[in-house]
């Protein structure tokens, strides 16, 4: 594999230049025709942002993906790339969540019909032959049916899209979470000798670079800051989804089997997917719809409690360095299901702590609406 490592470089090159060529184009199209993220009760930002930045990723990322494969076939003859159906599907799927994310930037669409494009999404890539088909011994279960794994593959890639555009609420969050999990996953595929999934994510690795830059550094003043809207994060998300299952399922005709894969894809997503879950319990325990938007994400939060905005992003991705650093230690000696409890542990912990600080501030722990500062 340490072959096709220029390629992953040359595609993570290559995408984040066509980052920074996109990106600016995109600024000044969102000027002209006044598409900005105006800024509300539950929002952080002050200033009118233009939304489109993730209108550069699926273009960077095949882009660079496309020339880098092409130059790997063309020295690798014997070795040549195939598209696989689920390979096909899922490129299918992805520009599904792409239209459908770019519609709700543009024009604004419903929860109910981005939900129904992403289930539409998720099944076709189960009819395609990938779905979960091992849970590696969590709760017990190691193997499980199609008639099992196809609708819990379903529910995992909707969930963990979801995650990832729910926790979309400060700069450089959703990017940066992004960029960590796909890291892992560059790690997870590069070890089962995948060398397609590697370049292609090293291609959506470059333009997040990129988009971060102007997320993160951009002056709003300027003109010169953006943010990903729907046609990024619901595309990350889409992606995240994919790639986890991909990673954890079982398939000795394509790749030898990985007994941490399981624990490695949940790692690097346990603080977008812990964050909705926990989001979703307080709502329910104070009788709130669970999609009512409000302010208790764990960026709100830290916020509360005394952190700056670029201070919560710092926390919150030394965070998920964290989980990810301490199961990697723990599954030499634990079970994942004993990870998984381990891992509650912590998170009710870290929360508890993150309660007490808001406290002496002043403020209150939860927000029951999105009108409340």
Known sequence: MTQYILYIIGAFILSMGCGFVFIPLILNFCKKKG???????????????????????????????????????????GKQIMLSSWSVAFFFCLLIIYGTGLVDDLVGLGAKTKFTAQAVASIILTMSGLYINNLYGFMGVDEIPYAIGAPLTVFVVVFISNAINLIDGIDGLSGGLSLIALAGFEYGFFQKEMPAYCILMAGLMGVIIAFLYFNLLGKAEQGRKIFMGDSGSLTLGFILGFLFVKLTMDNPRVSDFVPYAMVLAYSLLIVPVYDVIRVSLVRIRHRVPIFKADKNHIHHKLMRAGLSQHGALACILLLALFFVGV?????LCMSLTLIVCCNIVMWLAFHAIVNRFIVKKGSPVYLPNTSEK
């Open 327 to 331: 199961n990697m230690v723990l599954r």
């Open 35 to 77: 598409l900005y993220d105006k800024p509300d009760s539950r929002k952080i930002h002050k200033n009118a942002i233009p939304r489109l930045g993730g209108l550069s990723f699926l273009p960077s990322m095949l882009l660079a993906s496309v020339v880098m494969l092409l130059f790997f076939n063309m020295q690798f003859l």
